[in-house]
């Protein structure tokens, strides 16, 4: 099972990216995903995530209204659609899976895990 994620890099304050987070070995409908992040010196902590069972979605207070995740089943892909960042959204984006039927954005629910994408907003 493997996750990769892609799409960070640096913007601006006010800018927008999205991330992907591409599975392989294992089809992702099946899997509840969070997406995380983690600043410098920082604890790992949870952004978004969307539910197997029902693609419900929930967002950190941090993000509501700003971020939005999806799915592309077809694609075998999960998205984080980041707009209007702020420089407080700076880390590494890592994306998660595991077989829930509610999705968290607790770290310690989730057994498989990218290897991260950086994300950098400054002027």
């Known amino acids: 099972l493997q996750l990769v994620e892609s799409g960070g890099g640096l913007v601006q304050p006010g800018g927008s990216l999205r991330l992907s987070c591409a599975a392989s070995?294992?089809?992702?409908?099946?899997?509840?995903i969070g997406w995380f992040r983690q600043a410098p010196g920082k604890e790992r902590k949870g952004v978004s995530c969307?539910?197997?069972?029902?693609?419900?979605?929930y967002y950190a207070d941090s993000v509501k209204g700003r971020f939005t995740i999806s799915r592309d089943n077809a694609k075998n892909t999960v998205y984080l659609q980041m707009n209007s960042l702020k420089p407080e959204d700076t880390g590494v984006y890592y994306c998660?899976?595991?077989?829930?039927?509610?999705?968290?954005?607790?770290?310690?629910?989730?057994?498989?895990w990218g290897q991260g994408t950086q994300v950098t907003v400054s002027s």
């Open positions: 998660a899976a595991d077989k829930l039927w509610i999705a968290t954005i607790r770290p310690e629910d989730y057994d498989y």
């Open positions: 969307i539910s197997s069972s029902d693609g419900n979605t």
């Open positions: 070995g294992f089809t992702l409908d099946n899997y509840s």
